[in-house]
Antibody
Framework: EVQLLESGGGLVQPGGSLRLSCAASGFMFSTYAMSWVRQAPGKGLEWVSAISGSGATTYYADSVKGRFTISRDNSKNTLYVQMNSLRAEDTAVYYC??????????????????WGQGTLVTVSS | EIVLTQSPGTLSLSPGERATLSCRASQSVSSSYLAWYQQKPGQAPRLLIYGASSRATGIPDRFSGSGSGTDFTLTISRLEPEDFAVYYCQQYGSLPGTFGQGTKVEIK
């Protein structure tokens, strides 16, 4: 059974930093792209960042480019996102999601077949 | 960026009724790379449909997806009490991957 367990959320001041982690189990972690998807309170879903299975290729939404860094440690089956220069609009539940390529040769053409329970990040003074 | 517009915003139906949810894309979605998710309050989204019409593992056959190009539909043939939730579509054929704003299916 696939399990994704996020941690690291909390309250941080504007301009501050936070690192989220996602511990994965139940599948061959290194062979799947992974993503962070966030949901602001009462709002819809936003695809924030993604990383290929090897970790060699990454993608960032314009809203976080230059401030967030996604990474993975395949030896520890763990996904990370380092979030710097946090803003009030980054307040959201952050979900870790396992990507599935649906037969595509492009690593980023992925839908999300498993999700973690989410971790809340609140940016406020 | 492909913008996905879901309609209606809210659908008020009774258990046993048929639900038809629409997702319209601002540009053609390549190779029907479109997925549907269900989200209940306080829970993570759950994958229902991928590739526009393929059901995910364990999803009941009352859920079906159809469409291509710019127009996609999620149909729930007979609503069960556990189906009342918010539904999102997502295109993953081009970057950035985008989600629709959601359709809430509520009990009438």
């Amino acid at each position: 059974e696939v399990q994704l367990l996020e941690s690291g959320g909390g309250l941080v001041q504007p301009g501050g930093s936070l690192r989220l982690s996602c511990a994965a189990s139940g599948f061959m972690f290194s062979t799947y792209a992974m993503s962070w998807v966030r949901q602001a309170p009462g709002k819809g879903l936003e695809w924030v960042s993604a990383i290929s299975g090897s970790g060699a290729t990454t993608y960032y939404a314009d809203s976080v480019k230059g401030r967030f860094t996604i990474s993975r440690d395949n030896s520890k089956n763990t996904l990370y996102v380092q979030m710097n220069s946090l803003r009030a609009e980054d307040t959201a539940v952050y979900y870790c999601a396992k990507g599935n390529r649906d037969g595509s040769s492009s690593w980023y053409k992925i839908y999300f077949d498993s999700w973690g329970q989410g971790t809340l990040v609140t940016v406020s003074s | 960026e492909i913008v996905l517009t879901q309609s209606p915003g809210t659908l008020s139906l009774s258990p046993g009724e048929r639900a038809t949810l629409s997702c319209r894309a601002s540009q053609s979605v390549s190779s029907s790379y479109l997925a549907w998710y269900q989200q209940k309050p306080g829970q993570a989204p759950r994958l229902l449909i991928y590739g526009a019409s393929s059901r995910a593992t364990g999803i009941p056959d009352r859920f079906s997806g159809s469409g291509s190009g710019t127009d996609f539909t999620l149909t729930i043939s007979r609503l069960e009490p556990e189906d009342f939730a918010v539904y999102y579509c997502q295109q993953y054929g081009s970057l950035p991957g985008t989600f629709g704003q959601g359709t809430k299916v509520e009990i009438k």
